[in-house]
């Protein structure tokens, strides 16, 4: 495995990050507000309190305290094992560029049309889908479903690096569990 590789998977590590903290300070209808707060402690113990990203970043980059040619060469050849090296990399990587392309283009649209009024009734246990009602926000409404259901696809498309990246890496396991509880609320 190349240097480049293990540069790519950190810079992958990064974007999710960015785009965890982008999804929960979003001030639109993509998550529950009143799931907010506690997914922004739980991203800020699993980044602050845990370092899971610093440790992360350190092992694949071998900047550890612990980093040897050893350890490097271990690392190399677990993630050859799962399968995140050369090519399979790669089309990961381009699955996860796709559909954040597409992701972050039906974003912008939700923005540029502003955030509907009030809560959506959707979101409500007692919402009759047989008998959905007048909603004036309607367009504004799709369109964030819209870039909610494509951001949890990116979520989603996260995952196929992350469950092979913690068979070699266990401490990416609670980035994973923090990004598939954003990942339920966005599917709702």
Do not use: Y
């Given at each position: ?23 929960i ?6 998550i529950?507000?009143?799931?907010r ?21 350190d ?46 283009g ?35 409404r ?29 401490v ?15 599917s709702?």
């Amino acid at each position: 495995m190349s240097e480049s590789d293990r540069v790519k998977l950190e810079a992958l590590i990064l974007d999710l990050k960015s785009r965890m903290h982008s999804v929960i300070d979003e001030r639109g209808p993509l998550i529950q507000a009143a799931l907010r707060a506690n997914f922004k402690a739980a991203l800020e113990e699993v980044e602050k309190d845990r370092h899971a990203f610093d440790e992360v970043r350190d092992i694949l980059l071998a900047t550890g305290e612990e980093s040897s040619d050893e350890r490097v060469q271990q690392l190399d050849a677990g993630l050859e094992r799962v399968g995140l090296t050369g090519r399979e990399l790669e089309s990961k990587i381009a699955l996860v560029h796709n559909l954040a392309e597409r992701a972050d283009g039906a974003l912008t649209i939700a923005g540029e049309h502003g955030i509907p009024d009030g809560p959506d009734p959707e979101d409500s246990s007692e919402f009759d889908t047989t008998n959905p009602g007048d909603d004036p926000e309607q367009e504004k409404r799709t369109r964030w479903r819209r870039a909610r259901k494509l951001i949890g696809k990116l979520f989603e498309a996260f995952d196929v690096v992350l469950e092979s990246l913690v068979k070699v890496i266990p401490v990416v396991d609670p980035i994973s569990e923090i990004k598939k509880a954003l990942e339920c609320d966005l599917s709702r």
